[in-house]
């Protein structure tokens, strides 16, 4: 009888302990979390977009994961150009100064290099040198 009590204490502790882990999770503020400008937000709208556009494709071999990585992409890109943005000429030009380095150091093709950081690009608010996005004129 003791020992009932004792077990049935426990399982009250974990799932109070489990909760609290579970509450403090949902309110930290990680440092993406925190974006808050309008370029920002539409580029989280729209990842959320192309990441479900994406996600009922199978990614056991590796050519279907650039594929679904191709997928994502086209689809980000699509849903920035609908909602008024489009890639930047500034960027584009700094990209292939900084792709042909990437390239060479990398020892991978300029075309491979320039697809990595355009792919990281698409999805930054801000950056340090010119953005991916701009607003259509």
């Known amino acids: 009888?003791?020992?009932?009590?004792?077990?049935g204490m426990l399982a009250v502790m974990v799932?109070?302990?489990?909760?609290?882990?579970?509450?403090?999770?949902?309110?930290?503020?990680?440092p993406e979390?925190?974006?808050?400008?309008?370029?920002?937000?539409?580029?989280?709208?729209?990842?959320?977009i192309a990441t479900k556009a994406a996600a009922a494709l199978p990614e056991s071999l590796?050519?279907?994961?650039?594929?679904?990585?191709?997928r994502q992409s086209r689809v980000l890109d699509r849903c920035m150009?609908?909602?008024?943005?489009?890639?930047n000429p500034a960027w584009v030009a700094q990209a292939t100064a900084r792709a042909s380095e990437m390239a060479h150091t990398q020892a991978i093709s300029q075309?491979?290099?320039?697809?990595?950081?355009?792919?990281?690009?698409?999805?930054?608010?801000?950056a340090t040198g010119a953005n991916y996005w701009r607003k259509r004129p």
């Open 33 to 48: 979390a925190v974006r808050s400008s309008a370029l920002a937000q539409m580029i989280n709208q729209c990842d959320l």
């Open 1 to 7: 009888m003791k020992t009932l009590k004792v077990a």
């Open 62 to 70: 590796p050519f279907q994961k650039q594929e679904k990585f191709a």
């Open 81 to 87: 150009q609908d909602r008024g943005y489009q890639q």
């Open 111 to 126: 075309d491979e290099a320039y697809e990595t950081l355009r792919r990281q690009a698409m999805l930054k608010g801000e």
């Open 15 to 30: 799932v109070i302990g489990a909760g609290v882990l579970y509450w403090q999770n949902l309110h930290e503020d990680g």
